[in-house]
């Protein structure tokens, strides 16, 4: 059985990459023709190289439910109705995301290249959940130019999530080994 003060850790680590999710909803740069940029890719993508495959998944799987709760979490609010939204798949992809990051980058003290890796992987993870959900809920709810949406509301972030994913994996990797000693030093 786990160190109550164990539990309560991992608790705190997961809560603090909701907050993080959600600050990173809230902080908007308008963008034309669209979506305004966020910075939530790149966080989910911190969760997972920052946490781990299994508390970065548990952090960003808090932040989707607490939002389809009713909590004014996601961009533009909360509420269940948030699953007939296009970006939607995108809050599902961070999930993965956060998985994937911390699956490939795995133990701490690695060389860069292997957080960048593991960032670009998770990546495209999420935009390989988001693009097809897009397509598929714009297509349910009668959007005509699908080729006009996957353009404007999807592609043309593309560049700007790897590269906030590539600055995520180099933060990860100065990060880590700090965090590494400030585990051994709780013990």
Request: aromatic letters at 12%; proline letters at 5%; charged letters at 10%.
């Amino acid at each position: 059985m786990k160190n109550k003060n164990t539990v309560a850790v991992n608790i705190a680590e997961c809560g603090i990459f909701v907050a993080l999710m959600t600050a990173a909803a809230y902080i908007q740069i308008p963008f034309f023709p669209l979506v305004p940029l966020t910075f939530q890719t790149a966080v989910s993508v911190l969760a997972g190289l920052l946490l781990g495959a299994k508390k970065g998944a548990v952090s960003m799987s808090v932040y989707a439910f607490a939002g389809l709760a009713g909590l004014p979490l996601f961009s533009a609010g909360g509420g269940i109705y948030y699953v007939l939204k296009p970006s939607f798949g995108y809050i599902l992809g961070f999930i993965a995301a956060a998985f994937v990051a911390g699956i490939i980058a795995g133990k701490a003290d690695l060389p860069v290249w292997r957080y960048v890796v593991a960032a670009m992987a998770a990546f495209l993870v999420n935009y390989a959940i988001g693009i097809p959900y897009c397509i598929i809920c714009a297509k349910f709810l009668g959007v005509e130019n699908l080729v006009n949406l996957l353009i404007t509301g999807n592609l043309i972030y593309m560049p700007k999530d790897a590269a906030l994913c590539a600055l995520a994996a180099i933060l990860s990797r100065r990060v880590c080994p700090a965090i590494g000693r400030a585990v051994k030093n709780r013990r």
